[in-house]
């Protein structure tokens, strides 16, 4: 049996309340369990939310997906929170849609389209909030989902993101009897390829403990204003010049470096249609492929050691011998992409100089992220540390 989504608010809560691999994950079950376990009664999460979260959205030509998206984040239970939307110019019918909601949200509209990350970090610097939940229009939120990651904000210091369990879900927004896994965190392998965790996997258990990831998908990633402000680059908290794709992969890696950790909390549940993945790049629009070589090269040139690359150099430059080969003989398309490269790489290098002047993190802590299989580590491997600073802070 399906359900259509936000056609009937009433039916829309009730199947996330009955649905018994959602409603395993209440508010207090991941995140509050795990907090008093280790601190008893040093604190009340009640107590901590009530930081303020702007939600950043990017739209495009997207009126088949913004009026759910948008519906989804009103229905929210946390707050304060505020919407800042930044429309690239689109001309489907999505700037209509916009207006109507003008009196609950804030919207910017461009004259053009400049691109995901561009329009993102205007969206971002509009905002003052403590927290940016930056959301992909194609994704539609739980009602807790907000909650349930501002829940865990305070477990940890340096966690300067997180994120949720994202579920698949199609085109028609109907949520399936058997729902596959979307996202459950970003993670590399020693290719320095980056993909999600439990991507197109069952939702069957797995993935649903509260650990350590690399980073967070973009479709769906609480930032902390403190670690955007840290990790940016002026007001670019993305990177202009990637314009579209892999920016989420490279603020993770730049995250790491600066020594901010990401937190995966399984209990905000989203859904959201992945309409770009490897398997269909056939599919996607030759300019967009572009942009994804020009990235994964971008992203090496700004962030990749010296000790890394010794330890992952044959991976590495085979993937990188087969992305130059196949964009010779399969996808002449995307060799535009390499002058592109040449052109932003003085700005990419600068960038770099910055982060490497400020590195916290060496070689031997990040080398254990770049994993054939998903990784992530435990929270309780920062529990007792947390803990004391908890401890010393309510005596």
Not at 263 to 271: I, Q, R, T
Not at 327 to 347: N, Q, T, V, Y
């Amino acid at each position: 049996m399906y359900n259509y989504l936000l056609k009937d608010p009433t039916a829309y809560r009730l199947n996330y309340r009955c649905s018994k691999k959602i409603s395993a994950f209440s508010p207090k079950s991941v995140v509050e369990s795990w907090w008093f376990g280790v601190f008893g009664a040093a604190g009340s999460i009640g107590s901590l939310m009530n930081r303020s979260v702007c939600v950043t959205l990017v739209t495009y030509n997207t009126r088949q997906f913004i009026e759910p998206c948008l519906e989804s984040i009103l229905r929210q239970r946390y707050s304060p929170l505020e919407v800042v939307v930044v429309d690239n110019a689109s001309m489907d019918g999505t700037r209509g849609i916009l207006a109507r909601y003008e009196n609950v949200i804030r919207v910017s509209y461009n004259n053009s389209n400049i691109g995901f990350a561009a329009a993102q970090n205007q969206a971002i610097a509009r905002s003052s909030s403590d927290w940016v939940l930056v959301l992909n229009p194609d994704v539609v939120l739980t009602p807790d989902f907000v909650q349930q990651l501002m829940a865990a904000t305070e477990m940890d210091a340096r966690v300067g993101t997180i994120c949720g369990r994202l579920l698949a879900i199609g085109r028609d927004l109907k949520i399936p009897d058997k729902p596959l896994i979307d996202s459950a965190g970003l993670y590399f392998t020693p290719a320095m390829r980056h993909f999600d965790r439990g991507w197109h996997e069952p939702d069957d258990g797995r993935y649903h403990e509260l650990e350590y990831v690399f980073g967070a998908s973009a479709a769906a990633a609480l930032y902390r204003r403190d670690m955007i402000s840290d990790i940016s680059d002026g007001r670019n908290f993305f990177d202009p010049d990637f314009f579209a794709y892999r920016e989420d992969a490279d603020v993770a890696w730049r995250a790491q470096l600066l020594g901010w950790r990401c937190l995966y909390v399984p209990g905000a549940v989203g859904h959201h249609v992945r309409t770009v993945n490897s398997a269909n790049r056939h599919e996607v629009p030759a300019v967009l492929n572009m942009h994804s070589v020009k990235n994964r090269f971008l992203m090496r040139i700004k962030n990749m050691t010296s000790g890394l690359y010794r330890k992952f150099w044959m991976p590495t430059t085979g993937r990188d011998l087969l992305v130059l080969g196949g964009c010779l003989l399969r996808e002449p398309k995307s060799l535009p992409a390499f002058w592109h490269i040449a052109r932003c790489f003085g700005r990419s290098f600068a960038w770099r100089r910055k982060i490497m002047r400020r590195r916290q993190v060496p070689d031997a802590g990040l080398a254990p992220w770049f994993s054939s299989q998903p990784s992530a580590q435990p929270v309780d491997k920062v529990a007792l540390e947390v803990g004391a600073t908890v401890s010393l802070c309510n005596r």
